[in-house]
């Protein structure tokens, strides 16, 4: 009873925990701003410079795979070429 809630509390407030959790919230926003770049630079007409921030936020993390139906959805309501070639 009681004593698991204590457990669970000293666990939960280790400094390795606490420490591990705060490196990889840090990486989440890296590759969430490299996302909200790439839908910026679509809808202000760099479609190149939105691919560089999308392989920029996939370099940190394979999740950014999850942002690729809004960003074709968006890539494809502008009008870009599939291959980037005008």
């Known amino acids: 009873g009681q004593l698991a809630g204590w ?5 939960l407030y280790l400094p390795t ?7 990889w919230g840090q990486v989440d926003m890296v ?7 790439a839908l910026y630079a679509l809808i202000d ?9 999308f392989g920029l ?8 795979i999850f942002a690729v139906p809004l960003l074709a959805l968006v890539w ?3 009008g870009y070429s599939p291959l980037l070639c005008g």
């Open 7 to 11: 457990a669970t509390l000293a666990v």
């Open 76 to 78: 494809l309501r502008r």
């Open 31 to 37: 590759w969430t701003c490299a996302i909200l770049g």
């Open 57 to 64: 936020g996939f370099a940190f993390k394979l999740q950014t």
């Open 45 to 53: 007409d760099r479609p190149a410079l939105a691919m560089v921030c």
């Open 17 to 23: 925990v606490v420490l591990n959790g705060a490196f």
